[in-house]
């Protein structure tokens, strides 16, 4: 049976798709700093272990787990945002967020790539966002770290092809999926839902689509593809900004 690590594992896309991958028989490996799913634990080939991504001691745990136990896949869901005008979210938050969604992806990638045997194949899959390769007023520190991300996996991945190395590297950029993100930021549900918002699911079938199929800033969904690689970029620029702006402060 093929060995999948999925980070971020108890809640979310990441609880998606250790489901999703249970179901097809494959053996998953949960990593969060949260205690695991019940419905998850449960299943004979789920094993879960604690670990907090922005601990000191993250990479050294990160290593030894790789080394001990070798998977064919690792899919990095782990992440948080922070929605709110730049002047008013904390310090505090926004460098958690930096610490957890940049250092906390790079430590992923260079731990699977220091750790990792040459001989057995690796894809490891991470997540940005839409908001990686587009302006998103009122995430705008958010919007830096999949930014990073983005431009990360994409360098990355041409020197890992031009060295022949045997490991894979693909970026997941979903737009907009009804998630606990505002719940985890202590605001209250919108009055208002925003339309074409995708389940966390749609985004696990997604992603086992790019296990198969190495790829970058893939968005999930073909309208939303449209919408986001070509038809945004048809709009002026200050008129995508204000519905980003208005989408991301309105209650």
């Not at 594992?9 to 998606?16: D, L, V």
């Not at 080394?67 to 992440?79: L, R």
Request: net charge positive; hydrophobic share 40%.
């Amino acid at each position: 049976m093929k060995k999948v690590i999925v980070t971020g594992s108890s809640q979310g896309i990441g609880k998606a798709c250790c489901q999703l991958l249970i179901d097809k028989d494959y053996l998953v490996l949960g990593l969060d700093y949260k205690l695991s799913d019940s419905q998850l634990s449960l299943k004979k080939n789920y094993r879960h272990v604690l670990m907090n991504i922005t601990s000191p001691e993250f990479m050294n745990l990160w290593m030894e787990t790789l080394k001990q136990e070798k998977p064919d896949f690792i899919i990095h869901c782990a992440g948080m945002g922070a929605l709110g005008r730049f002047n008013e979210l904390s310090i505090e938050q926004e460098l958690l967020m930096i610490d957890l969604n940049v250092k906390g992806t790079y430590e992923i990638v260079k731990g699977a790539v220091l750790s990792h045997d040459e001989k057995l194949p690796l894809h490891v899959i991470v997540f940005g966002s839409t908001a990686g390769f587009s302006a998103t007023p009122s995430m705008s520190t958010y919007a830096g770290t999949k930014h990073f991300i983005s431009g990360f996996v994409t360098s990355l991945r041409a020197e890992l092809h031009l060295s022949k190395s045997i490991i894979k590297l693909s970026s997941m950029a979903p737009p907009p999926v009804r998630t606990n993100f505002r719940e985890n930021m202590g605001l209250a549900d919108r009055s208002v839902s925003i339309r074409g918002v995708l389940q966390p699911m749609d985004v696990a079938k997604d992603v086992y689509h790019v296990m198969f199929h190495p790829q970058t800033n893939r968005v999930t969904g073909f309208i939303n593809r449209l919408i986001f690689n070509y038809i945004q970029y048809l709009l002026p620029a200050f008129i995508r900004n204000r519905i980003t702006y208005n989408a991301g402060l309105k209650v």
